[in-house]
């Protein structure tokens, strides 16, 4: 059975890190495209992040450039996204997502991208 699972949301003061993570079972995320998203109250789910299977391009949006990173571990079947220097409009639910195609589309930053979803972990940045 194919299931996707987020883990390391909380709450972190302004300044603070957290690193999330994509596991997953029953596929190999290696093969695909990885998403990472994020959905604020009364928002839309936004793209934040995403990286190819192919050559592991990422792509960023322009709000976490410098601040975030996007990586995969093939060992562990898991994708990353590492968050540095935290600012409350980062606190959301996020979301990683598969798409069924090895590397990141332009449009990647759409939610309809993708395929496959994770039921989100909670990212509260406040002090």
């Known amino acids: 059975q194919m299931r996707i699972v987020e883990s390391g949301g909380g709450l972190v003061q302004p300044g603070g890190s957290l690193r999330l993570s994509c596991a997953a079972s029953?596929?190999?995320?290696?093969?695909?495209?990885i998403g990472w998203f994020r959905k604020a109250p009364g928002k839309e789910r936004d793209g934040v992040s995403c990286?190819?299977?192919?050559?592991?391009?990422?792509h960023y949006v322009d709000s976490v450039k410098g601040r975030f990173t996007i990586s995969r571990d093939s060992a562990k079947n898991t994708v990353y996204l590492q968050m540095n220097s935290l600012k409350p409009e980062d606190s959301g639910v996020y979301y990683c997502?598969?798409?069924?195609?090895?590397?990141?589309?332009?449009?990647?930053?759409?939610?309809?991208?993708?395929?496959?979803w994770g039921q989100g972990t909670q990212v509260t940045v406040s002090s």
């Open positions: 997502g598969a798409d069924w195609e090895p590397a990141c589309v332009s449009n990647w930053y759409a939610s309809y991208v993708y395929d496959y």
């Open positions: 029953g596929f190999t995320l290696d093969y695909y495209a």
């Open positions: 990286i190819s299977s192919s050559d592991n391009t990422t």
